[in-house]
């Protein structure tokens, strides 16, 4: 599904120690046990250490030495008087960042879409608690620095280690190397390389936070590689896989020059050819720019947001396509921190989403069911579509993020057509009564056509994954289909672009229900987005949108 910012955010927490070498036992402990689940099996819950039990075994470790030999007093994760005003904040907040999102789970774009008022103290917490010392505060230069480096880095990472290990000879691997001076040479080298920015500065800011946070050994470390790294760039002498040989090997280099998983560079060279593949990887590789869609269920017109973006100075354009939507390029925190999503006056929602709304259509009066609705973005539109007539069904298996959809439902004032119920769409076909006039399944997908906005979602989705996603959204649409009645509407959407996942699913499906029809969509989205089936399509590198798929299935008998 396409992701939608709400009015609440989903707090993501957990706890990281970045060390040394010359590790206590217990800090190789916390460090083994976060990336192999067999060790201490006794200490883990499905593999995955909770926040406690990090908290408790990492409030056991301490930093028995530094370089001098000299012993580190511990820091109370209440005592805010330790601050180290040598160290770049901004470089010390992003290292910490990527640790959680690497090693913890988070996930980048709700790192850096935190705007809760103590959003920053937190992030100070994490920065003690991770490497000893408190920095200063991030100001909002630092703070917009922080999501541009960890995005960055997290979308780079592949072609970073490359380069990293082209010139460090303690490790052949990455597994070899200690995560946070892992960390802080992939901000160093993204600096340098992709943003540009005075070696010389990156350099010496980045040596101070490894001597700070690790020894001076590691400071010295970071220093070789970082000089030898301006020096090849200057001289553009720095080294790239050649892109030669059978498809499996252009695969693998074109992997590591675009920074993605060999599995998807070979499934899209399939699909896309070479050079399809190449565009795709540049897109997914591009700063992501976001639209706004104005909330007409609160009266909002988008003449009304555009005043508004005017008076706070947001750059913007209209949607050529979408008369509620606003296309940003940048601006997004200055419209959070203003209040406009909190008051409901607008969503963040991509076009691509919007139209695969308009692919449903809704009508006021109709009655709709939103089979995998939260947190609520296509759920919402709809609702304001009908215009307080009607009804929204909003389902989902995951409560807390049915508790967001009904709060920015009352926010933006739809609740009044908006019903939520927490099940598993399979079991809720299974025994309801109820036949509606349009259903949507947007089903869960593998995401590959939101890889721009999500950077760090290329390195969690693995060929399994994918084949695991087929099968479910099989059984999914199966379910789904029960609750059309005839001559009702099913529309199956994903924001995929993988053709797995799209067309082929619906293909499957017709074949198991004759009594569906594919009823093309040329009513409902510009001729651009129709394919010659009839399905919608939206594809990155054409539309400059997120990638997403739709399918409109007339059901024609009982």
Known sequence: MVATLSVIWVAYHSIHIGVGIGRSPVQHLVYASLSNPSITPGRRKAGRWSSNQLFCTA????????????????????????????????????????????????????LSADCRENAIDDEMDYIQ????????????????????????????????DYLIFSLYNGATKVKNMEPLLQQILRIGVYEIVKLG??????????????RAALRAGAGNMVNGILRRVASDREKDMLPLPKVEGDNRSKARALS???????????????????????????????PPSFSLRANSGRGVSRDDLVLLL???????????HMTEFVRLSMGLQNVIQAGLLKEGICAVQDEAAGLVVSV????????????????????????????GQGSIIAIDVNQARLRVLEAAAKVQFLDSVVNACQDDIRSFAA????????????????????LCKKPDLRWKRTLKDLEQLILLQDELLDAASLLVKPGGILVYSTCSVDPGENN??????LTRHPEFIVEAVHKYVPNEFISEEGFFISHPTKHFLDGAFAARLFRVSI
């Not at 998807?264 to 997914?284: D, F, S």
């Open 504 to 509: 082929e699913r619906v293909e499957s499906f």
């Open 310 to 320: 005017n008076k706070l100075k947001v750059p913007h354009e209209l949607s050529p």
């Open 129 to 160: 608690r991770t490497l000893g010392f408190r920095t200063n505060p991030l100001d909002a230069r630092n703070t917009r620095l922080v999501t541009d480096i960890v995005a960055g880095v997290v979308r780079w990472k592949r072609y970073l």
């Open 360 to 387: 449903v259509d809704p009508q006021p009066g109709e009655t709709i069911i939103d089979c995998c609705a939260a947190p609520g973005g296509k759920a919402l539109f709809m609702a304001s579509r009908l215009q």
């Open 197 to 210: 920015m005075p070696p010389y500065a990156v350099v010496n800011e980045n040596v101070t936070l490894a």
């Open 431 to 450: 025994g309801a009564s109820i036949r509606a006039d349009k259903v949507l399944l947007d089903a869960p997908c593998s995401g590959l056509g939101v």
């Open 59 to 110: 409030s056991l470790v301490v930093n028995t030495n530094t370089s001098e030999g000299k012993k580190r007093n511990p820091v109370k994760p209440g005592d805010k008087s330790k601050i180290n005003s040598k160290v770049s904040p901004h470089r010390a907040a992003s290292a910490v960042r990527l640790l959680r999102i690497e090693q913890g789970g988070a996930f980048a774009d709700l």
């Open 256 to 286: 590591v020059k675009y920074s993605h998983p060999v599995w998807m560079v070979r499934r899209w060279m399939t699909y896309l050819g070479q050079e399809g593949a190449i565009q795709l990887m540049e897109w997914n590789n591009s």
